[in-house]
């Protein structure tokens, strides 16, 4: 694999390029990861295992092939299973404990629906697999408390597929940069974050019970879930439009853009204090899908830091006493922004706090990243801690909306208030034989 970015090399690097908002690709081309992998020794690349290869999760599967061989994969519906492995040696499997008992396997990835993530991360983590999961980490609270005491207990690598922390975008790693800029402290004290997810075009029902296909094992599929009739809105894509299986918007969008704003608020060990969600009206479709198209839900950070989600565009903006930027997948902007354009010194004290933000391994590659730290045995930039309490932050959210008023919040003891209905909801009933055991 690539060295590492250290500081000095990221700072002496940064020395020689202009800031611009294209000025991240122009200095750290060479350092960011590439899909380099592929020239490694054969015997000195990890095997892979992939559970789950719909779509997203055939995505990841071929990055992680960048970096390992694949041997195995399952997926309930073997339509899925059967195309992953065309063109391969792999073997695949329905049952995903069949791939985990396999003992020649390194890593994992992970891409099912949201509600079978943690269940599916935990086992494999106890099975001695590294493991790449996709966001969100969880469809509880409960559950990534239960992971992150996995991932101590077996001191295993997690990564979650938030790849924003990551990834360059049209105008270089514009989300590093946005978080950087706001930790550095040059727009003052903070007072507002506007995190907007786009608005959801999936509603409807009610939908009619339908025939299983054949290669789909239903049951198995619904998992730790209510047993339902059969109707392909619930199912594959449509799944994160459920409340039983996901969260909506609020935790497939909102997974990447609350880590952002968490992230750049330094909140990403911790969490909101007050939470309201009673602007947000849930469908009332029998049937039908059950979470919110269009979401308004406020929050207090410590500091009386206020944070909104809103849908209706793609974007994550931070209001300081001194400045204003906005960060989405295109672009980051704002006076300080252009401030740091203009300014050498400006320019490295944000470097500087960019290496702070991303002390293992090097940006521009997500899966890269994940596949270092399997290798460096250090934690990865979306790790479980973080990642369980920015997806916390949407469960927070969809539990204020789901009871209509505002909640007070505990983020170290991680329970609400005096609200023993709102703490009822950390967690879930999970279905006979599909529970999560740690």
Not at 325 to 337: A, E, F, M, Q
């Amino acid at each position: 694999m690539s060295q590492r970015l250290n500081r000095r090399q990221f700072l002496e690097n940064s020395g020689r390029a202009a800031v611009g908002g294209a000025m991240l690709p122009a200095f750290l081309g060479d350092l960011c990861y590439g899909f380099q992998a592929e020239n490694k020794e054969k015997n000195d690349r990890p095997r892979l295992g992939s559970i789950g290869v719909g779509g997203q999760g055939t995505g990841i599967m071929n990055q992680a092939r960048q970096f390992a061989d694949l041997i195995a994969v399952a997926d309930v519906d073997s339509a899925h299973a059967n195309r992953a492995i065309q063109n391969t040696k792999a073997e695949a499997f329905g049952d995903y404990r069949q791939l985990l008992e396999r003992q020649d396997i390194d890593v994992v990835t992970i891409g099912t629906p949201d509600h079978w993530h943690s269940k599916i991360c935990i086992e494999a983590l106890q099975a001695g697999k590294d493991v790449y999961c996709e966001k969100p980490l969880t469809l509880t609270i409960k559950e990534g408390q239960q992971i992150i005491d996995v991932v101590k207990e077996t001191g295993k690598i997690l990564q979650v597929g938030t790849q924003q922390r990551s990834s360059g975008f049209k105008d270089g790693f514009v989300f590093l940069r946005a978080a950087a800029t706001v930790r550095s402290g040059q727009l003052g004290k903070l007072q507002k974050v506007t995190v907007s997810l786009p608005t959801s075009t999936m509603v409807g029902g009610p939908f009619e019970k339908q025939e299983i296909p054949k290669t789909l094992d239903w049951t198995t599929w619904l998992g730790q879930a209510p047993v339902v009739d059969y109707c392909p809105q619930r199912c594959h894509f449509n799944f994160r439009w459920w409340y039983e299986y996901s969260g909506g918007i609020v935790t497939d969008w909102g997974a990447h853009h609350m880590d952002i704003a968490q992230w750049g608020l330094g909140m990403d060990q911790s969490g909101p204090l007050t939470i309201d969600g009673s602007k947000t009206k849930l469908p009332n479709i029998p049937n039908g899908f059950n979470t919110p198209k269009d979401v308004v839900i406020d929050y207090t950070y410590a500091g009386d830091i206020q944070l909104q989600i809103v849908t209706g565009d793609e974007f994550v903006v931070f209001e300081g006493d001194q400045g204003r930027i906005k960060v989405n997948r295109g672009r980051v902007t704002g006076k300080p922004i252009e401030d740091q354009d203009a300014d050498k010194a400006l320019q490295d004290k944000i470097n500087a706090v960019m290496v702070e933000l991303y002390p293992n391994g090097k940006p521009g590659n997500h899966m890269g990243n994940f596949f270092e730290c399997v290798k460096s045995r250090q934690q990865p930039i979306s790790d479980a801690v973080s990642q369980h309490r920015s997806v916390s932050a949407c469960h927070l959210g969809n539990i204020a909306v789901r009871l209509q008023r505002k909640l007070e919040w505990d983020p170290v003891k991680e329970l609400f208030v005096g609200d023993e209905e709102a703490n009822k909801m950390i967690s879930r009933t999970q279905r006979e034989g599909f529970e999560i055991n740690v």
